[in-house]
C-alpha cells in the first residue's frame, strides 16, 4: 500500500526558512512524479512545485519560483520542499503528491497518491 507521510511544517517569520519532508513507501517512487501543493481555507488546492527525474520535467508555481526547491533523496524515498524567504501568504496546508505520470499542468485530479498534509504558518 503506498503511503505518503509529510513532516517539517510550523510556525516561522516571514524572510525565514523551513524544509518539509515527504517519506513514500509502498511504490516505485524513483519513476513517480512527486508533488507538492498546498491549500487554505476556502480555496481550492494548488501545486507549487512538481518533479518527474524520469523525464527530466520539474513544475514550479510563479509566486515560489526562486524562493521553493523540490528535490529528493532517492535512498531514503523522501522528497523535499525547501522553502525559503517565505511570506505570511504562504501560510497553508502543504500535501506531497505522487502519481507515475507526469501532467503538465500539474492537476489535483491527477495524481493518485497523497499525504496528510503539514501546516505551515508564516507570521509578519
Known amino acids: 500500500q503506498v503511503q505518503l507521510v509529510e513532516s517539517g511544517g510550523g510556525l516561522v517569520q516571514a524572510g525565514g526558512s523551513l524544509r518539509l519532508s515527504c517519506a513514500a513507501s509502498?511504490?516505485?517512487?524513483?519513476?513517480?512524479?512527486m508533488a507538492w501543493f498546498r491549500q487554505t481555507p476556502g480555496k481550492e488546492r494548488e501545486c507549487v512545485a512538481a518533479k518527474s527525474w524520469t523525464a527530466g520535467l520539474t513544475y514550479y508555481a510563479a509566486y515560489v519560483k526562486g524562493r521553493f526547491t523540490i528535490s529528493r533523496d532517492s535512498a531514503k524515498n523522501t522528497v523535499y520542499l525547501q522553502m525559503n524567504r517565505l511570506k505570511p501568504e504562504d501560510t497553508a496546508v502543504y500535501y506531497c503528491?505522487?502519481?507515475?505520470?507526469?501532467?503538465?499542468?500539474?492537476?489535483?485530479?491527477?495524481?493518485?497518491?497523497w499525504g496528510q498534509g503539514t501546516q505551515v504558518t508564516v507570521s509578519s
Open positions: 509502498g511504490g516505485a517512487f524513483s519513476t513517480y512524479t
Open positions: 503528491a505522487a502519481d507515475p505520470y507526469w501532467n503538465s499542468p500539474p492537476s489535483v485530479n491527477k495524481y493518485d497518491y
